[in-house]
């Protein structure tokens, strides 16, 4: 994707800026797309100002 890119004015990207750019980018995508499909985490117990309280499972 960044070897199809136009040139801009101030030239291409060097190709170890172009490899750093690729290796924040892939495990960031990879993260997001993980965090999508997870479901948010209910624990069975629950601490309040009222004091500890038990979750009810509805499996």
């Not at 990879?30 to 500890?52: C, H, I, N, R």
């Amino acid at each position: 994707m960044l070897a199809a890119q136009l040139p801009s004015p101030q030239g291409s990207l060097d190709p170890h800026l172009r490899g750093y750019i690729l290796l924040i980018t892939i495990p960031v995508a990879f993260l997001e797309a993980t965090a999508q499909q997870l479901e948010p985490f209910k624990p069975p117990v629950v601490m309040g100002f009222s004091g500890v309280m038990r979750q009810r499972t509805t499996w």
